[in-house]
């Protein structure tokens, strides 16, 4: 079964600093690797989605890796912002399997 | 397209009662998921449909709950009774392709913005 961790739980930090979230999980036959913000209150918004024959995408200050041999992804912020803050949430769509396992996320929270 | 549009926002009942979710996902997609958030469990799925048929519905903690997509254009999710532990954030979600196909480069999930119950 499909476990998916994200590391930190929680982080805060200065506006401006760049930053990494990470998530890994355990089985690597996946076919792709989504990443999402969710604002408190409100719905899951989609930020990347990275097939699992690339190693990255790009999306403004936005960047997701994918390493599928160590079973890791991140995503890193550029110049971060206080409109940032949110949770990120990562999810996996495994092999022989439609159903998109998603990690616990990361609180962010930006300060001015 | 408004999105996946889930309704009520917020429901508030009573241990015992029925209560019906429903969402309408986005026009043209095939595969709907509901999902449950709660603090201590995170997200978690609890059925899918692709084209109208139930495909997987592990994740359904019990009996009390059951799910149907009468048409491509509705689903509902029911609680009959209901139990205080349901309290929790229930999200509709739906995607346009199967998430297997490597040449898709839409293949993103789409959340509505969830119910909000509170079972006292």
């Known amino acids: 079964k499909q476990e998916v961790t994200q590391i930190p739980a929680a982080l805060s930090v200065p506006e401006g600093e760049n930053l990494v979230l990470n998530c890994s999980f355990t089985d690597s036959a996946i076919y792709n690797l989504q990443w999402f913000r969710q604002d408190p209150g409100k719905g899951l918004t989609s930020l990347l989605l990275?097939?699992?024959?690339?190693r990255e995408q790009t999306s403004g200050r936005l960047n997701a890796s994918l390493d599928k041999s160590s079973g890791r992804s991140t995503l890193y912020i550029a110049a971060s912002q206080p409109g940032d803050s949110a949770t990120y949430l990562c999810?996996?769509?495994?092999?022989?399997?439609?159903?998109?396992?998603f990690g616990r996320g990361t609180s962010l929270i930006v300060h001015p | 397209d408004a999105g996946v549009i889930q309704s009520p926002r917020h429901e508030v009942t009573e241990m015992g009662q029925e209560v019906t979710l429903r969402c309408k996902p986005i026009s043209g997609h095939d595969y709907l998921f509901w999902y449950r958030q709660t603090m201590m469990r995170g997200l978690e799925l609890l059925i899918y449909?692709?084209?109208?048929?139930?495909?997987?519905d592990s994740g359904m903690p019990e009996d009390r709950f059951s799910a149907k997509m009468p048409n491509a254009s509705f689903s509902t999710l029911k609680i009959q009774p209901s139990e205080p532990r349901d309290s929790a954030v229930y999200f509709c979600?739906?995607?346009?392709?199967?998430?297997?196909?490597?040449?898709?480069?839409?293949?993103?999930?789409?959340f509505g913005s969830g119910t909000q119950l509170s079972v006292l």
């Open positions: 979600a739906s995607s346009l392709l199967p998430w297997t196909d490597p040449t898709a480069t839409n293949e993103k999930l789409f």
């Open positions: 449909f692709n084209n109208n048929v139930p495909i997987d």
């Open positions: 990275i097939q699992s024959s690339q």
């Open positions: 999810a996996v769509i495994s092999g022989g399997s439609y159903i998109p396992t």
